[in-house]
């Protein structure tokens, strides 16, 4: 299910400066056929100038995952995030002069996988979109609104 960005643009263009943008992204991993699978969730949440109620546009999509140990789930967590950048990337237009923040299924305390990837998904967003991402226990764009959004788009 693919996001269509012409009409997420085109809200988010008629939505006054005050409304607050988030984006998301999380994934899970599961093997299919004695191949390990992994759904990548994409969530835009346009949080209605910033006090009212919500819209929420995103996409699954399912790719191959290359990780070799469940427990470092480098690759897989990386692409989370360079998909997040790509989609704040090909929204930048109409986020000129708003309040944007970047959501990051990441969880930074070292007894989660999650954690082996923290400096470098924080350095990957500063740098190509020039913002500072949210993680656990602040990412809601991410732990929840994707999370649900998937349930929802699959079901």
Known sequence: MKMDLEQVKEYISQQPKTSKIYLGADSERYCKKGQWLADFTLAVVIHHES?????VFGEVHTEK???????????????EVY??????????????????????????????ASSAVVQQAIGYIRGVCMKTPRIKPDAFAATVAADRLKELLMA
Do not use: W
């Open 51 to 55: 006090r009212h109620g919500c819209k």
């Open 83 to 112: 998909k997040v950048a790509e989609l704040y990337l090909q929204l930048a237009d109409v986020l000129v002069d708003r309040d944007v923040e970047i959501h990051l299924d990441i969880n930074p305390e070292e007894r989660h």
């Open 65 to 79: 995952d290359f990780d070799q140990k469940k427990s470092r789930p480098v690759v897989r967590l990386m692409t």
